[in-house]
């Protein structure tokens, strides 16, 4: 009877170390609930015709084969979300060829976590991703900031060499692109101790979206009306900020950004 | 409150750069403007035709498109068009190209005020001059030009305090001035993100600053009060 009663004891014990444990979150307290729209790719862009992009291409190839690339992207995103192809020999036939330059690479500040303006100075995942190509190829690397609706105008007057974080949706016959070297799609994240667990847990609930988003979402109208309210943030962080101090039940977010968020 | 006492250095050294800038842009604008403006004036009165003809339809497109047209234009078109980037890379070439669009535009403006303004002095006064033996010049510098300057003084300040906020349109072409500046602070700039009140202090640097203009082309127009 004692023993019973102790083992019984001891998987309640057990039972609220892991409700807890599940509650903390061991994924920064939120959970992807459901996949709510295909995947986007995100490219490097270039000039048309520019020579630069078989070598970082080749690069962005080289670097994938070895640790660099996988750790700083377990670093942003607590896993390796590296979508790039590896191949240890892709710069064999350009070593030639590489010239000793300085690149100009356009990034768009507002886009955290992949790039971002700090008290340190430019940051984010794509910050360090070319810095790390750019530095295996022995080039400078000057950063300037642009509207990412402007990245193939910049290219084409020949103001920025390269465009950072180029999705699916912008590239246009006028600019070569990269390799896709991460790749994306829209998740519904809820807080990891809520009872949402499922798409079909929204209804009725809050959704927290970044305007620049409000598209993404408007693309399956009938989820929306299931929705008590739409609750509209100027940024990611706030996206995130919202949704832990309970203001709304669920946002909508690119799996990277939730990746960094959930790390 | 808290929160705000602890953004603001970081947020008051954001806007300060950026309003470096902007400063850097009107004074610029204004030291190639005033001069291009009389010399377009000039073109516009010419009696030689041709030249009168180009010069106001030059004035007349310029002022007839928006400013950030020309920006836009100014700025691209040579890289895209001719293949080169001839203002520079970098934050030098933006502002290079933003000078330049902003000069020009603002010496069109500033030519029509000029124009009123000499075209306002009577003609009678032109040919007392000459009557009493005056040459052209002399006329112009000594009877014409200080009734010019104190006529044209509170037009002139209308398109000044214009000019010190339409600088915040050279932003169309990435020229990182002061309202980029504030506005970076909703979308996560320094750590900060969905802060509106950067924002109010933008408005604060433009206000302050139009009203330290507003003050000294007052006493101008006070100090030009010797013809009543």
């Known amino acids: 009877m004692r023993q019973k009663l102790r083992a019984a004891l001891c998987l309640a014990l057990c039972a ?3 409700a807890t444990m599940c509650a903390c979150g061991g994924s920064g307290g939120y959970r992807v609930v459901d996949d709510y729209s295909g995947e986007s790719s995100y490219h490097i862009a270039f000039r048309k015709g520019d020579r630069l992009k078989d070598y970082v291409s080749a690069a962005m190839e080289v670097l994938a084969s070895s640790s660099v690339l996988r750790a700083s992207s377990v670093r942003w995103f607590g896993e390796n979300l590296i979508a790039v192809d590896a191949d240890a020999d892709a710069m064999e036939p350009y070593w030639d060829s590489v010239p000793a330059r300085t690149v100009i690479v356009g990034i768009d500040l507002n886009n955290m976590p992949l790039s971002y303006l700090s008290n340190a100075g430019y940051e984010g995942f794509d910050v360090e991703f070319i810095l790390q190509i750019c530095d295996y190829l022995s080039w400078d690397v000057s950063f300037y900031p642009i509207a990412m609706e402007n990245a193939e105008i910049e290219l084409n007057a020949g103001n920025i060499d390269i465009a950072m974080a180029v999705q699916d949706s912008a590239v246009t016959d006028n600019m070569d692109i990269s390799p896709a070297y991460l790749t994306s799609r829209y998740v519904l994240v809820a807080r990891y101790g809520s009872h949402i667990r499922r798409r079909s847990g929204l209804k009725g609930k809050t959704l927290g979206v970044t305007v620049a988003d409000e598209k993404v979402l408007y693309q399956n109208e009938k989820f929306v009306q299931s929705l008590g309210s739409v609750i509209y943030q100027t940024n990611t962080e706030g996206l995130f900020q919202a949704l832990m101090k309970g203001e709304v039940d669920g946002v909508l977010s690119s799996s990277i950004v939730a990746a960094y968020y959930m790390k | 409150m808290d929160l705000i006492l602890q953004q603001m250095p970081i947020v008051l050294k954001a806007l300060n750069e950026g309003f470096l800038q902007t400063l850097k842009l009107f004074f610029v604008t204004g030291l190639g403007a005033i001069p291009l403006g009389l010399v377009i004036a000039f073109g516009s009165m010419s009696r030689f035709k041709p030249l009168s ?7 007349w497109v310029v002022r007839g498109t928006p400013l950030m047209i020309q920006l836009l234009i100014i700025f691209y078109f040579p890289g895209m068009v001719w293949g080169h980037n001839i203002w520079g890379k970098g934050e ?3 502002f290079l190209a933003s000078a330049i669009a902003f000069i020009f535009n603002y010496a069109c403006y500033f030519s029509e005020i000029y124009r009123g303004g000499i075209q306002s002095v009577p003609v009678g006064q032109q ?4 009557v009493l033996g005056m ?6 510098f000594k009877v014409t030009l200080l009734q010019v300057i104190k006529r044209i003084v509170p037009p002139m300040s209308n398109e000044i305090i214009t000019l010190v906020k339409d600088t915040s349109l050279a932003r169309i072409i990435a020229l ?3 309202i980029w500046a504030g506005q970076s ?3 996560g700039s320094h750590g900060i993100a969905g802060a509106i009140w950067p924002l109010f202090f933008t408005a604060v640097y ?6 330290i203009v507003t003050v000294l082309l007052g006493r101008l127009e006070k100090r030009l009060d010797y013809f009543r």
């Open chain 1, 16 to 18: 609220i170390l892991l």
């Open chain 2, 53 to 59: 003809v180009l010069t106001r339809l030059v004035v």
């Open chain 2, 92 to 94: 030098s070439g933006r």
């Open chain 2, 127 to 130: 040919e007392a001059g000459l």
């Open chain 2, 135 to 140: 040459t052209k010049s002399q006329i112009f």
């Open chain 2, 176 to 178: 990182q001035e002061i």
């Open chain 2, 185 to 187: 602070f909703l979308k």
């Open chain 2, 206 to 211: 433009y206000l302050v600053f139009n009203g």
